[in-house]
């Protein structure tokens, strides 16, 4: 199985800033994915991150609000920009298995309280 | 447009007995893939179980299994023997399978809350 970590695991934040959130995975992946889960929902995907590219975003997230970099292929980072307290989530980032099983695995997230 | 739905909110279970959460999906692609994730009250979200929409038999996993009913466009979780350390949200995801590789996003249910009762 991958083996996911983000960096920072919880933080809580001002209205207005901005966080950067990290994920480092332990084996190349050619996608990568980020997801916002907010109080009491169910898991959202905001865009899919590809080495090389642009990340293609969902309906209703924007590149100005959450824009992502992925400088390789073990790397990608999210910023949640201009935070207000509807940001206030645990956002997570997921890769597909490797090694041709098809589990797709999960960062251990970061919750993020904006006051 | 694919499309899951969990229908229970909340269950409860006897420590050591078996429970089933319930999740029937909608797709009209041929080839997909159906998972379950554990998520604790610490937010991770831990794989479970996946099943193929071409496998002919239901996948296992230790303690859980998945009872896949094709037909009826089902995916229910088996949890066998169930344990204090089985309380936590569940939910169910679908994705589309591309031929070679899985590379697609997940979509998900809104989730079952199972509280284990000693």
């Known amino acids: 199985s991958a083996v996911i970590s983000q960096k920072p695991s919880r933080d809580i934040c001002q209205r207005g800033t901005s966080l950067t959130i990290q994920c480092q995975v332990d084996?190349?992946?050619?996608?990568m994915f980020w997801y916002r889960q907010q109080p009491g929902q169910s898991l959202t995907l905001i865009a899919t991150a590809n080495q090389g590219s642009e990340a293609t975003y969902e309906s209703g997230f924007v590149i100005d609000k959450f824009p992502i970099s992925r400088p390789n292929l073990t790397f990608s980072t999210l910023t949640v920009s201009n935070m207000s307290p509807e940001d206030s989530s645990i956002y997570l980032c997921?890769?597909?298995?490797?090694?041709?099983?098809?589990?797709?695995?999960f960062g251990p997230g970061t919750r993020l309280t904006v006051l | 447009a694919q499309k899951i739905t969990q229908t229970q909110p909340g269950m409860f279970v006897q420590e050591k007995e078996a429970v089933t959460l319930d999740c029937t999906y909608d797709?009209?692609?041929?080839?997909?893939?159906l998972f379950w994730y554990k998520q604790p009250s610490s937010g991770e979200m831990i794989f479970l179980i996946y099943?193929?929409?071409?496998?002919?038999q239901n996948a296992t996993e230790g303690r859980y299994s998945l009872n896949f009913q094709k037909a009826r466009k089902s995916a229910n979780l088996v949890i066998s023997a169930s344990q204090l350390g089985d309380s936590a949200m569940y939910f169910c995801a679908m994705r589309e399978d591309y031929y070679g590789g899985s590379q697609g996003n997940l979509i998900f249910g809104k989730g079952t809350k199972l509280s284990v009762k000693p």
């Open positions: 099943q193929g929409s071409y496998d002919q």
């Open positions: 797709t009209s692609d041929p080839s997909y893939g």
């Open positions: 084996s190349q992946v050619t996608m």
């Open positions: 997921s890769v597909p298995g490797t090694g041709g099983r098809n589990e797709q695995f």
